[in-house]
């Protein structure tokens, strides 16, 4: 995460966490000529715009108070939408039961990417079921990117 992400997601949490929603992810950067800051948010019941809304509302007035993105920027907060991000360890636990893609850092047992379903996060391994009924156990470390991947 760079000096940005991280200075906003300093701000972007307790926000969140008061409104009764999780951060997910921050997002800064280039998309199509112009400077991003992307906000995720989630929540149990799932998110509406009115959270967005509300939440927009008062990210901007903290960010135009601690003046942390030095360019002149679009923020965009939205939901994860069904292919959410899979971030911290207790993501793994919340998620047990649904269908997983995983990317990770290098093979894991002559394997780069996974799909599946996800057992859970056991003894700092995360567990997947995969398609073909095989259980495997990746190391959270090694884990690069995970995602929610509905099969429609």
């Known amino acids: 995460m760079g000096r940005?992400?991280?200075?906003?997601?300093?701000?972007?949490g307790?926000?969140?966490?008061?409104?009764?929603?999780?951060?997910?992810?921050?997002e800064y950067g280039r998309v199509a000529g112009s400077w991003q800051l992307r906000v995720?948010?989630?929540k149990e019941s799932g998110i509406g715009v009115e959270d967005c809304q509300r939440f927009s509302e008062e990210l901007g007035r903290a960010l135009d108070e601690a003046d942390l993105v030095p360019e002149a920027y679009l923020l965009e907060?939205?939901?994860?939408?069904?292919?959410?991000p899979l971030k911290r360890e207790?993501?793994?636990?919340?998620?047990?039961?649904?269908?997983?893609?995983?990317?990770?850092?290098a093979p894991v047992d002559g394997r780069k990417r996974l799909i599946g379903q996800l057992l859970g996060l056991v003894g700092g391994e995360v567990r997947v079921r995969l398609e073909s009924g095989e259980e495997v156990g990746v190391p959270y470390t090694a884990v690069a990117r995970a995602r929610l991947a509905p099969k429609f």
């Open 4 to 12: 940005v992400e991280a200075g906003v997601a300093g701000l972007a």
């Open 90 to 105: 207790a993501d793994f636990q919340r998620f047990a039961g649904k269908r997983i893609q995983i990317a990770m850092f």
């Open 77 to 84: 907060v939205s939901s994860p939408g069904m292919e959410r």
């Open 40 to 42: 995720i948010l989630d």
């Open 14 to 26: 307790p926000i969140a966490e008061r409104l009764g929603l999780e951060l997910v992810e921050v």
